[in-house]
């Protein structure tokens, strides 16, 4: 087959991206779902998911004229680090997507490419002279994860995650919305069976039910997204978590058997950076920050937000090793890391 969709789909893995499938522009299966999920309140403080859910779930009110949702899938998987180091509670544990530098600087440029093949591709036949198309990558309203679905990357798993056959969920997604036809792909009809590991495994039950996520004790949520102090009854269970979780990940069997190692050298695995030590964070300033996390995911947390995280985690581990560490920041000159720096040192003297 020669067809401009085989073409695009060619281009789209020249250019490094591992998984590529083509779903229609119409409103999506999931959109009734992802209402009544933000009408539980289960978006927690994200409000630029609660604005104008109609335009997320339907690209048509995204882009005029719009036809076709193309979806990119790459692999972030890496690496196991070793046994010891990982459970290691002095060191921090990060999602394994912050293992690298930000996958934005990666995935956006390549986007963009691919849309500038099907506009040179399309530009002979075309009625309108310019092609109209975005492209996101989680940078607009578009239900990802949905259309990844509908595109035939994989399906959404109990853990609400997009699970892909021959990669398992570790796995960056990309859109381009367009205003042309393709041919376009078909879901996936498997699914989790009765698996229910995630849901088991959670350490704050943030999966209350299964493809239900209340973002409001999800650690991803709590540790990146979330901007003011962390619950103190959610606190111990966070572990030493400081930057995401993959924790409903790890424990999947699709993710087990088949995540790939990644193509992309941006996401070299180094110990040091996966599982960093906690009294070196604890002790950054802001110029230190800057110096190790600008460029990296990391980066959208800021000290204050990262600091906080790393607190918790102090206060997790236990060790009275951290408590000069801990002393010097409830001086800190953020309010967030003086009050977490606090909580810290009197769960280490409870111990
Ligand atoms: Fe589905 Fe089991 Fe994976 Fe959860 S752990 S997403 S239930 S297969």
Redesign the pocket.
Known sequence: MDSLTQRIKEKAIQLGFDLIGIAPASEAPHAEAFRRWLARGYAAQMDWLVRDPERRTDPRLVLEGAQTVVVVGLSYFTLNPPAELWSDPSRGRLARYAWGRDYHDFMIPRLRELGEFINAETRAWRKTELLNWRNYVDTGPILERAFATQAGLGFI???T?L?APRFGSYLFLGEIILDIELEYDEPHAIG?GN?????NICPTQALPA?YLLDSNRCISYLTIEHKGAIPVELRPLMGNWIFGCDA?QE????TRRYAQPSQVAFLHYNHDVAMPKLLELIALDEAAFRARFKGTPIWRTKRRGLLRNVAVALGNWGDPTALPALQKAIHDHEPLIRDHAHWAIERIRQN
């Open positions: 798993g109990k853990n995650m699970i989790c698996c229910t590991r995630c849901l299964p409903c424990v999947c069997p699709w």
